[in-house]
């Protein structure tokens, strides 16, 4: 059984940073390619970052330049350190792994982009 566990998520004003992290146990992260998706209240879950075994990355069009995925091999946990931060930033993030035929998600961890 995959787990996984997001954490990092809260409320920060816009411009301003935060960084989640997901955490699993075992080495899937080195063998899989991990996503960070967001879904918005009233929107569909849409892609933000992903981050293949060999470390290639790719970035939905508007966090680019924004926000960073990486990955730490020796603590099973992938990062997403989000920059400049908008409102339209807000939303719950998921951490997502796929093996075989079979989508892995977490919990979700909110982050809320607000003056």
């Known amino acids: 059984q995959v787990q996984l566990v997001e954490s990092g998520g809260g409320l920060v004003q816009p411009g301003g940073s935060l960084r989640l992290s997901c955490a699993t146990s075992?080495?899937?992260?080195?063998?899989?390619?991990v996503g960070w998706y967001r879904q918005a209240p009233g929107k569909q879950r849409e892609l933000v970052a992903r981050?293949?075994?060999?470390?290639?990355?790719n970035y939905a069009d508007s966090v680019k330049g924004r926000f960073t995925i990486s990955r730490d091999n020796a603590k099973n946990t992938v990062y997403l350190q989000m920059n400049s931060l908008k409102p339209e930033d807000t939303a719950v993030y998921y951490c997502?792994?796929?093996?075989?035929?079979?989508?892995?998600w977490g919990q979700g961890t909110q982050v809320t982009v607000s003056s």
């Open positions: 997502n792994v796929q093996i075989g035929f079979t989508n892995y």
């Open positions: 075992g080495r899937i992260f080195s063998i899989y390619p």
């Open positions: 981050i293949t075994s060999g470390g290639r990355t």
